[in-house]
């Protein structure tokens, strides 16, 4: 079952991803403790080799050894960070982009449930069989790409038997024969339904049969891209070389990591820890990034965080029955909301959640912008009245608040008015010059 975390996380507290450290399920250390200890075992035989196994000789060959790996267990040698981070990134996309291609019934049957029309039997069971076509299409390409789906419908014969299928439909499935999987059969029966239910004028009209073939084609384009998802991996020689450069630097750190003895002088070798810590780190940072990107490059499996495939087909075909038959012109009757005599009214708060009906509504990061008197200057081309700062004495600092300014302007309103009554200039032209509103 998926693992979600989501309200753990819903606000930012003390300590909230620490608390998130102690889970198991879904958790790295359940994807990486195996290799961990495999680790751990190596590092301790290669260090109780030398210390306790070894002569002299033998021990001055095993620092030189260990010296030599020690010059490639960096990051620049074996570019582990560069090739782990580009990889999981590009898994990480392909595992969002599966998700978002899974093919979701809702769009369909609401177009369904709206253009295939009959309270009748007939017309219940041309939207239900719609539906089950629909339906029957998502669970033959998910039992070929998904191992949970599969297990659940191993032979068509458990596929008929849950209802997806009648015997008839897998005879006609059975008896065409094609090289390729064969999803996309029932998508072609619903369209063939879809064109009778429109000459026996359970479709109305072109338009909704159009509507019907346009939500189809997206359906089961879902559907294809889920088949190709399954088909085009990523590159396997991409794949192995992530595998290899992580596998090669841990294997030079088990050698090269080695503490050595702190009276020879080796160079950073002062110190004799017998536990080396932060190779450990290193091995749990970069083996568990290899391990997610191991998990979430296949989300059709069997892991703690792979999809429900099998609740999600559960899901479905249960809401889009409901969807085409319980629903179908279902309407409570129709009646006036509860605030139909107020035209301006607000929505009650609960006791928790008072506080943010006092917080003023966003209209813009710009809307409450101080302006200084100088910016409320107007120019335009040829002979103008420009508004002066000078008409705006008396405002505290010089500056206004953004905001129309009505108030603001009326006085040199009426003494430019005042002016060109006297010089008989044009009126309506003076007056598309001086209004000024700042917002």
Not at 304 to 312: A, I, M, V
């Amino acid at each position: 079952m998926t693992v979600s975390y989501t309200l753990e996380v819903a606000n930012v507290r003390f300590g909230g991803f620490s608390k998130l450290l102690f889970r198991w399920k879904g958790s790295i250390y359940k994807l990486l403790y195996k290799e961990f200890l495999l680790f751990c075992m190596v590092y301790v035989f290669f260090s109780a080799l030398y210390r306790l196994m070894l002569t002299p000789k033998q021990q001055d060959v095993f620092e030189h050894i260990a010296l030599y790996c020690d010059q490639f267990t960096n990051t620049n040698f074996i570019p582990v960070l560069f090739v782990l981070g580009f990889y999981v990134t590009l898994a990480f996309n392909r595992w969002w982009g599966q998700y978002t291609s899974f093919p979701l019934p809702d769009n369909l049957m609401m177009v369904v449930s709206g253009n295939v029309h009959g309270v009748d039997e007939r017309g219940r069971l041309l939207r239900r069989t719609l539906m089950r076509y629909a339906n029957l299409s998502s669970v033959l390409i998910l039992r070929s790409i998904s191992t949970r789906v599969h297990k659940r419908f191993p032979t068509l014969e458990h596929v008929v038997e849950a209802g997806f299928m009648t015997s008839h439909e897998l005879k006609m499935f059975e008896m065409l024969h094609s090289d390729f999987n064969k999803y996309w059969m029932p998508l072609t029966w619903f369209a063939n339904l879809a064109s009778r239910a429109r000459e026996e004028a359970r479709v109305r009209d072109d338009i909704a049969l159009r509507l019907l073939m346009d939500e189809l084609n997206n359906y089961r384009a879902k559907c294809s891209l889920l088949f190709h998802y399954d088909w085009i991996s990523i590159p396997l020689v991409y794949t192995q070389v992530v595998t290899l450069a992580v596998y090669s630097f841990f294997a030079l750190c088990v050698i090269g990591r080695q503490f050595l003895n702190p009276a020879k002088g080796y160079k950073d070798h002062k110190l004799d820890l017998y536990v080396p810590f932060v190779t450990l780190l290193q091995f749990f940072f970069y083996a568990g990034w290899l391990k997610v990107g191991e998990l979430i490059i296949n989300p059709f499996g069997e892991d703690d965080d792979d999809f429900e495939t099998n609740k999600l087909i559960d899901r479905n075909i249960q809401v889009s029955m409901l969807a085409v038959d319980d629903m179908y012109q279902n309407l409570a009757p129709l009646e006036k909301d509860k605030h139909w005599a107020q035209r301006h009214f607000s929505i009650p708060y609960t006791v928790s959640t008072a506080a943010d009906r006092l917080r003023p509504a966003f209209k813009g990061s710009a809307f409450d912008m101080r302006v200084s008197l100088e910016d409320l200057e107007q120019e335009q081309p040829g002979d103008g009245f420009p508004l002066r700062a000078s008409s705006l004495e008396g405002h505290k600092d010089g500056l206004l608040r953004g905001c129309s300014l009505p108030s603001l302007t009326d006085e040199s309103t009426r003494h430019v008015m005042r002016d060109v009554n006297e010089d008989g200039v044009n009126l309506k032209e003076q007056e598309k010059m001086i209004t000024v509103d700042v917002y």
